[in-house]
C-alpha cells in the first residue's frame, strides 16, 4: 500500500482540495510553490501511462477546475501539469501555479510551510472551486 493510498484512505492527514469516486486532491507537503496540488487516481497503479485509458481522460476532466481554482489563487501565468513519479509508486500529477520554467524545478529548496499556511492555502483554492 502506497503512501498516496493511506492519504486517500484517511489514515495520513492531508490538506484535501478534493474528491471523487475516482480521484484525490491534496496539498503537496513538500511544495515547489504556494499551491502546489498532487492529483492522484485512487487505483494504486505506478506509472501514469499504466492507469486505465478512461481514467486518464478523467483525471483531466476532474484536474481541470482545481488547476483553474489554483490559477485564480495565486497571481501566476499559468498552472503546470507535470508528472514526475519517482517519488511514490503510485500514478499522480502535479498542478503547480508558475511564472518561469524555474518554478517547476525540482531541485529547487521546498517551501517550508506552516499550518496555518497550509490551510489557508487549502481554504482558498476549495472556495474558488465553489463558485
Keep these: 500500500m502506497t503512501i498516496f493510498t493511506k492519504i486517500i484512505n484517511g489514515e495520513i492527514p492531508s490538506y484535501r482540495i478534493a474528491e471523487s469516486e475516482k480521484f484525490y486532491?491534496?496539498?503537496d507537503i513538500f511544495p515547489l510553490q504556494k499551491g502546489h496540488v498532487l492529483v492522484?487516481?485512487?487505483c494504486e497503479v505506478d506509472k501514469i501511462f499504466d492507469?486505465?485509458?478512461?481514467f486518464l481522460n478523467e483525471l483531466m476532466q476532474f484536474a481541470k477546475p482545481i488547476a483553474k481554482a489554483i490559477e485564480q489563487s495565486f497571481p501566476?501565468?499559468?498552472?503546470?501539469?507535470?508528472t514526475v513519479g519517482l517519488e511514490v509508486p503510485h500514478a499522480h500529477v502535479h498542478l503547480i501555479p508558475i511564472n518561469t520554467?524555474?518554478?517547476i524545478n525540482f531541485a529547487n529548496p521546498k517551501l517550508q510551510l506552516t499550518t496555518e499556511e497550509f490551510q489557508q492555502i487549502q481554504e482558498l483554492i476549495v472556495s474558488k472551486l465553489a463558485k
Excluded at 492507469?51 to 478512461?54: F, K, L
Excluded at 501566476?76 to 507535470?82: A, D, G, P, Q, T
Aim: aromatic share 4%.
Design 76 to 82: 501566476c501565468n499559468r498552472v503546470s501539469m507535470l
Design 40 to 42: 492522484v487516481p485512487k
Design 25 to 27: 486532491a491534496f496539498l
Design 51 to 54: 492507469v486505465p485509458d478512461h
Design 101 to 103: 520554467a524555474e518554478d
